[in-house]
């Protein structure tokens, strides 16, 4: 499923326009965006946490010229999932 089958989905679920889904999901995934930019983590209860971790510098093999290079350290998103969730998923 795409976003663009997800906001459909929504929409028919909630009963609500396709325009105003849109521009719930776009809210809601860029306030997620935007905390995980500040570094914090955002919990939906059943669902599951976002966060950002900080992932260390390390040197690599420029899988090209198999010179070595530096990767410099990131913050990347990392998703939790919620026991919740995963009950939800185990069902049939």
Known sequence: MNKKELILAAAAAA??????MTRAVEALLGEIAQAMRRGEQVHLTGFGVFETRLRQGYTANNPKTGALMQVEAAKIP???PAKGLKDRIQEE
């Open 15 to 20: 009963q609500l326009d396709k325009q105003d």
């Open 78 to 80: 990392v998703f939790r």
